[in-house]
């Protein structure tokens, strides 16, 4: 698939576990990013990750969210300690570049659920 | 602070007629604005850019304005028909913060 994917699609937890969330981009775009879209809300950002760059994290809600990007392809976002709050869906794209023309492709996302 | 709004309401029109989105922002200063589709269960996806210096875009059916003075974009789409019906998101860049925020979006309805 030429698609941004991610997994899993579903994620259901019990409020103080830890979950992972995966995020394949485009092959060969350079730009990632995480972001979170509650019920009925808009996105909101979380991070971004550009080439070899340090990843701007000014979105991420709190120390409990990290996210990492390995081989500056696969991405993953940890949310420790998981709250109630948390529950979103988690949405990953990804860009050529962060040049404010590329257009960001989006993953399906991942929806978490905090019990 | 920074805000975007976009129609505060759901949207309903009729097939065949004009649809139009409003998008309004304020303490922005974007040099692009990107509008996105989104169906239920999906990740959003990319219609139309248009930067700063521009007035109108058009793409198909799609038609894009953008007032800098009155701090507003307008998304129309002309013969509106049932396939149509999704949420519309409007999205800034901000030179000054280097990535995209994304207004909460519109629900829009075409009914048969």
């Known amino acids: 698939g030429a698609g941004v994917s991610q997994s899993p699609s579903n994620k259901v937890t019990e409020k103080g576990k830890d979950v992972e969330l995966r995020c394949d981009p485009i092959?060969?775009?350079?730009?990632l990013y995480w972001y979170r879209q509650s019920l009925g809300q808009g996105l909101e950002f979380l991070i971004y990750f550009q080439g070899n760059s340090a990843p701007d994290k000014s979105g991420l809600p709190s120390d409990r969210f990290s996210a990492e990007r390995t081989g500056g392809s696969v991405s993953t976002l940890t949310i420790q300690r998981t709250q109630q709050e948390d529950s979103a869906v988690y949405l990953c794209a990804s860009s050529l570049g962060n040049s404010p023309g590329n257009e960001q492709f989006f993953g399906p996302g991942t929806r978490l659920t905090v019990l | 602070s920074q805000k975007i709004e976009q129609n505060s309401e759901a949207l309903n029109i009729q097939e065949g007629k004009t649809a139009t989105l409003t998008c309004n922002y304020t303490?922005?200063?974007?040099?692009?604005l990107q509008w996105y589709r989104q169906d239920p269960g999906r990740g959003p996806v990319f219609l139309l850019l248009?930067?700063?210096?521009?007035k109108e875009k058009r793409k198909e059916r799609l038609k894009v304005t953008f007032d800098t003075t009155l701090k507003q974009s307008l998304f129309h789409i002309t013969a509106s028909q049932p396939a149509d019906s999704a949420t519309y998101l409007c999205?800034?860049?901000?030179?000054?913060?280097?990535?995209?925020?994304f207004g909460s979006g519109t629900q829009l309805t075409v009914l048969p």
């Open positions: 248009i930067r700063e210096n521009e």
């Open positions: 999205a800034l860049f901000s030179g000054s913060a280097r990535q995209l925020t």
């Open positions: 303490n922005y200063s974007p040099a692009y």
């Open positions: 092959s060969g775009h350079t730009a």
